[in-house]
């Protein structure tokens, strides 16, 4: 079996028994109640897009040494993943917070700076659609992808930096050992299922260049 499926494979299952041991299993928290089975999908989500992210940065900053367009690729896969990322961190805490808070949105620092990633990189993402030239707007990509990271660290501190409704991050010496565990377990089929989508849409982006720079069949 090709490694890349089995990959995906992985992720599907590791994701199906932490659903399944979360929602299920567990007994619901006692301050929270069933709500806070929403973290079990919201948390590691949100890690994946900041690793989403993380990896735009890392491969932009290739691409500016290399000058290879397969860093260039590699970055804007993990945006796309990345934005989507975002938006279903903010709607599950949305979710989340209507019955803890009282209230579907606050102007909270942690998720207003989360909320802000999704227009600075849907803004890379609008930049690359902005010129032909590969070379060029992977360029114009990997500066802004370097830039735009910056609100990445912002949004982790937000929560130590203001006074804040959001919760500081969760260890495993603030909660049940065995919720501790089905986090971590989330966090590792989350990752793997980021990687899985990651290079499948990296493939994709390699043929579509490919096809960009072989220009048009003669009919």
């Not at 917070?97 to 102007?107: E, K, N, Q, S, Y």
């Not at 032909?132 to 930096?161: H, K, T």
Request: glycine letters at 6%.
């Amino acid at each position: 079996m090709n490694k890349l499926i089995m990959l995906g494979w992985v992720a599907i299952a590791l994701i199906a028994v932490g659903s399944v041991l979360g929602l299920a299993v567990l007994p619901a928290d006692a301050l929270q109640g069933e709500v806070q089975r929403l973290l079990y999908v919201h948390v590691p989500v949100a890690w994946v897009m900041m690793l989403a992210f993380f990896v735009v940065f890392l491969m932009s900053i290739l691409y500016l040494v290399q000058r290879r367009l397969k860093w260039d690729l590699l970055a804007v896969s993990a945006a796309e993943l990345g934005v989507f990322a975002a938006v279903l961190t903010l709607i599950l805490g949305t979710l989340w917070g209507r019955p803890t808070w009282g209230i579907w949105w606050a102007w909270d620092p942690r998720i207003t700076t989360t909320a802000l990633l999704v227009p600075i990189y849907t803004g890379y993402l609008v930049v690359r659609s902005m010129t032909e030239d590969p070379d060029r707007r992977a360029r114009w990509a990997a500066v802004i992808g370097l830039i735009a990271f910056v609100q990445v660290p912002i949004v982790y501190m937000s929560v130590f930096w203001w006074r804040s409704l959001h919760q500081p991050p969760s260890s495993p010496q603030s909660m049940w050992s065995a919720y501790g565990l089905v986090m971590m377990l989330g966090f590792v089929a989350y990752t793997l299922a980021f990687a899985y989508l990651w290079l499948r849409r990296y493939r994709l982006a390699a043929t579509e260049l490919e096809l960009e720079l072989s220009g048009p069949e003669e009919g």
